[in-house]
């Protein structure tokens, strides 16, 4: 033990922390190696999120300026990706409606998960709570996702948040059974009986206890959480009912191209393109983390 300015400074302990930082960065390491998957997806993910994310610094014309004389234009050295029937430059329409679109996965995501959580690990630990939490999962699933999502934004109108929301409330019951199923293994564990003989309360339990046991299989769906939320905002403003047409979407710009498909396939094609580039890249990454909590790959790495 050492002081250093009226501060105590336990050498050991600085080592000990140190040395569990260097396995934890050599473990993400080898995980990465061993998952080519999980890799790639990260890359295409950062850069797609940088690129969107900071659009304003790499659009070069405003994406809502109107410019009649330039309007069907295909790509060219003035509009990378061609321009729309109003002569809007498609390049930066797609960069600002990237931003919007996962901006929409990443928000139905994390409100997925926290509530399919919290409602999975009460669900998965009351059984009283779970006979009525699970018929209204299972009254939820019966619908078809899309059109139950088209109804409820009819009926709420169309903006980024209610479309948001509607994702998140479609999206939340396959997420709670998935948390439930993982709670009914682990509630008849050792550790929950010790827990409970040393008197902890039911929240500590549900949230100290089994929530971080329940992370691996939870981080997996939220990728796929992400991914279909995305799909399923493109389809919504596809359809008409998604975000504004005031704000650009990957959806509601292949919307647009659909009327000029004949004549104009740019408009739809390099937004479509994105889409299913990121689409793709958010799978990998959910492969890969599959494989990397896999119990038999990670004593391979």
């Not at 997806?41 to 790499?58: D, N, V």
């Not at 209204?136 to 999502?149: K, V």
């Not at 009926?155 to 948040?161: E, K, P, T």
């Not at 509601?252 to 000029?260: Q, S």
Request: aromatic fraction near 12%; charged fraction near 15%; glycine fraction near 8%.
């Amino acid at each position: 033990m050492t002081t250093t300015r009226g501060y105590n400074i336990d050498e050991e302990a600085v080592r000990q922390a140190k040395g569990t930082w260097f396995r934890t960065r050599e473990q993400f390491v080898r995980v990465l190696r061993k998952n080519p998957n999980l890799l790639i997806g990260l890359i295409i993910l950062t850069f797609f999120l940088l690129l969107c994310g900071f659009a304003q610094f790499w659009e070069r014309i405003d994406p809502l300026m109107l410019d009649p004389d330039d309007r069907l234009q295909g790509p060219n050295w003035k509009h990378w990706f061609g321009t729309d029937n109003a002569g809007r430059d498609i390049y930066s329409r797609t960069l600002h409606g990237g931003r919007v679109s996962l901006m929409v996965g990443f928000f139905v995501a994390v409100f997925t998960t926290l509530v399919g959580m919290t409602l999975g690990l009460i669900s998965g630990y009351t059984p009283k709570i779970d006979i009525v939490l699970q018929r209204i999962m299972d009254s939820i699933m019966s619908f078809p996702t899309l059109l139950l999502a088209l109804a409820l934004v009819a009926m709420l109108g169309s903006s980024m948040w209610n479309v948001i929301g509607v994702i998140s409330f479609v999206d939340t019951p396959r997420m709670v059974r998935i948390v439930r199923a993982t709670v009914l293994t682990l509630r008849e564990q050792m550790y929950i009986d010790a827990a409970k003989a040393l008197g902890a309360p039911t929240w500590r339990i549900l949230f100290v206890h089994l929530a971080p046991n329940t992370m691996a299989p939870v981080l997996v769906q939220a990728t796929y959480v992400f991914a279909l939320a995305i799909l399923t905002e493109a389809s919504l403003s596809f359809l008409g009912l998604g975000i504004p047409p005031e704000n650009p979407s990957w959806g509601n710009i292949l919307a647009l191209g659909r009327t000029f498909l004949q004549q104009a396939f740019w408009i739809s094609f390099f937004p479509g393109f994105l889409l299913t580039i990121n689409v793709m890249a958010m799978n990998l990454v959910g492969d890969g983390l599959r494989d990397a909590f896999d119990p038999k790959m990670s004593r391979s790495v």
